[in-house]
């Protein structure tokens, strides 16, 4: 089974700050994708920042970046100059290759709040 | 620009009443999912589809069922609504391929009274 954990429900960061927001994931496949979503509190769900398992780089996207380590199995959001619309539940989620085709496995989720 | 659309943002229904929840996009897309969203267990999968006609169960589909009688439509049925049913609802697609994210629709805030 696939399993993905966020350990921190909650996280607080000052305004302009930078802040890293945990993920770990448990998979036995050699090939699969990790994805980052930012949900605020209107619901929708923004898709934030891709990681494959092959990619050599580290992902970046504007002030998202992904810290990979693929021997430890982790993937943290490090979100830089924290602005106060940061503020949302963030989500961590894998996706395998093959047959399951497209079904992401979701974390629980951590909530980031920004402060001024 | 691409679109998920759900039929309703809110919804209000009786316990045993039958309820529908429709999902379209425009993307194309062969992958559809439904999920429900609780405080603190994150996304859950009920059921997705990767062709019309076709279907899988997640890990939640008691309770539920879907129909995908057309590429761009997915449905999720509440048989008969029971109030621990109450919840978000959010339906996505995707292509196949490993690096497409899923594009997610605003979603519907379901209460069975």
């Known amino acids: 089974a696939q399993k993905i954990t966020q350990t921190q429900p909650g996280m607080f960061v000052q305004e302009k700050e930078a802040v890293t927001l945990d993920c770990t994931y448990d998979t036995s496949d050699q090939s699969y994708g990790l994805f980052w979503y930012k949900q605020p509190s209107s619901g929708e769900m923004i898709f934030l920042i891709y990681q494959g398992s092959y990619d050599e780089q580290n992902a970046t996207e504007g002030r998202y970046s992904l810290n990979f380590q693929k021997a430890r199995k982790s993937a943290n959001l490090v979100i830089s100059a924290s602005q106060l619309g940061d503020s949302a539940m963030y989500f961590c989620a894998l996706r395998r290759r093959g047959s399951t085709l497209g079904r992401l496995y979701f974390g629980r989720g951590t909530q980031l709040t920004v402060w001024p | 620009d691409v679109k998920v659309t759900q039929s309703s943002r809110y919804l209000v229904k009786r316990t045993g009443e039958k309820v529908f929840l429709e999902c379209v996009q425009d993307m194309d897309h062969e992958n559809m999912f439904w999920y429900r969203q609780d405080p603190g267990l994150g996304l859950r999968l009920i059921y997705f589809?990767?062709?019309?006609?076709?279907?899988e169960k997640g890990d939640i589909p008691e309770g539920y069922s879907v129909s995908r009688e057309k590429k761009e439509r997915f449905s999720l049925i509440l048989e008969s609504a029971s109030t621990n049913q109450t919840s978000m609802y959010l339906c996505?697609?995707?292509?196949?391929?490993?690096?497409?994210?899923?594009?997610f629709g605003p979603g519907t805030r379901l209460t069975v009274l």
């Open positions: 589809s990767y062709d019309v006609k076709m279907k």
């Open positions: 996505a697609s995707t292509y196949t391929r490993l690096n497409n994210e899923q594009f």
